[in-house]
């Protein structure tokens, strides 16, 4: 038995291609299940119902769509270095769209009509979670991935896990389970679906209609993140919130430390400047009111001021109208009594005769003995003569 080494093995197996007159300028028909190009290098695969091929294409200057059905020519190339295969295509034709993405289309369009797809029904995400509820293969790097991300933003973030087969004839069946799981599960505030990228038969489980139906009726937020950012999915329609990678979910469901506390501060500054404007358009209100108040309290003493001091003049005027009056009426008084006043009618030359201390009258005989008094003096006399007249 001959032994080979590796590059041995690889060159014969290129001879055998290279000298393959068959596998010359040929045409190659199939569905697209993956295209992308990259410095003007297109990279996609053909398949049909039963195998795949690897197709390489430089100088590309169009793109295609995953699922259109295409015509490639060119050759069929080894390369030993990393003893893989390809089809180096010189021109595609497109010629149309694949069984798969025909299905993916025809229940995009149904789902569309019946509506569950509708922004109205998406639920947001919680303000601050603390716990999400992961849908994935546990030994996939997608799951590391998750972890890595949102344990790096947020170590108090709690992960659980639900261990699903995300490609194969279980898929469905299983990412249905821990979606139901999660949904009936308290401590979950999320759900993310999530799995890498793939050719569109890898993501056809997540184009089911059973599983979009379970999407749309969860009660709580469902996130997909399946497949690259180029890949769509029906869940990505149907679920509340569509993430381009699994990293990309992760961080969509955290809140990094520095964030959160930038956001605590930025909260505290809001409260505290909200707090000082109140105070200051409390004190503000108050000095206005009380500035109110001794306004008026000033305006109301002024105004009892002036009608007090009124008041005050009009009693001023009134006792002195009074005083004025009685004072004439006094001195009306003492007028008359200075003209009454015996002594000053004595004094004009009159006396005041009196017998017995009476005043005498036509009765008066002559003898009788009488008091006269004038002015200044009293005098004692007798009647020597009586005349009536």
């Not at 369009?109 to 029904?121: A, M, R």
């Not at 200075?338 to 000053?344: E, Q, V």
């Amino acid at each position: 038995m001959k032994t080979f080494t590796v590059s041995q093995i690889n060159r014969i197996i290129k001879d055998l291609i290279d000298n393959e007159v068959i596998l010359e300028d040929i045409i190659v028909s199939g569905e697209l299940s993956s295209f992308s190009i990259t410095r003007g290098i297109a990279y996609f695969t053909l398949k049909d119902n039963e195998t795949m091929l690897a197709c390489i294409q430089f100088g590309a200057k169009s793109s295609f769509n995953i699922g259109d059905m295409v015509q490639c020519r060119g050759n069929i190339k080894y390369y030993s270095k990393t003893g893989k295969l390809s089809f180096n295509v010189l021109t595609i034709e497109l010629c149309g769209q694949g069984e798969l993405y025909k299905k993916f289309i025809e229940l995009k369009e149904k789902l569309t009509l019946e509506g569950l797809f509708d922004e109205t029904h998406k639920q947001s995400l919680p303000r601050f979670i603390n716990s999400i509820g992961v849908v994935t293969s546990k030994t996939g790097a997608v799951l590391q991935d998750i972890k890595n991300v949102s344990l790096r933003r947020n170590p108090n973030l709690d992960i659980y896990v639900y261990d699903a087969q995300v490609q194969g004839n279980l898929a469905v069946e299983q990412v249905i389970e821990g979606i139901n799981y999660f949904d009936n599960y308290s401590d979950v505030d999320v759900i993310v679906v999530a799995r890498g990228g793939g050719s569109i038969e890898d993501l056809m489980p997540f184009n089911d209609e059973k599983l979009a139906r379970v999407a749309y009726n969860c009660n709580k937020p469902i996130i997909s993140a399946v497949g690259h950012e180029t890949d769509f999915s029906i869940l990505d329609f149907v679920a509340d919130l569509r993430a381009p990678t699994p990293s990309a979910a992760a961080e969509l469901v955290t809140y990094e430390n520095r964030d959160l506390i930038r956001r605590v501060k930025d909260i505290f500054n809001t409260i505290e400047t909200n707090v000082l404007n109140r105070v200051q358009n409390y004190n503000e209100r108050t000095n206005l009111v009380i500035s109110e108040i001794e306004r008026e309290i000033s305006d109301v003493v002024n105004n009892q001021t002036l009608y007090i001091n009124s008041l005050l003049n009009r009693y001023d005027k009134l006792i002195e109208n009074k005083i004025d009056n009685t004072k004439y009426r006094v001195d009306i008084l003492l007028n008359t009594l200075d003209r009454l006043n015996p002594a000053k009618i004595l004094s004009s030359g009159y006396s005041y005769v009196t017998k017995d201390e009476k005043p005498i009258d036509s009765n008066i005989n002559v003898g009788d003995t009488i008091d006269i008094r004038a002015n200044l003096v009293k005098l004692k006399a007798q009647v020597n003569s009586k005349e009536i007249l």
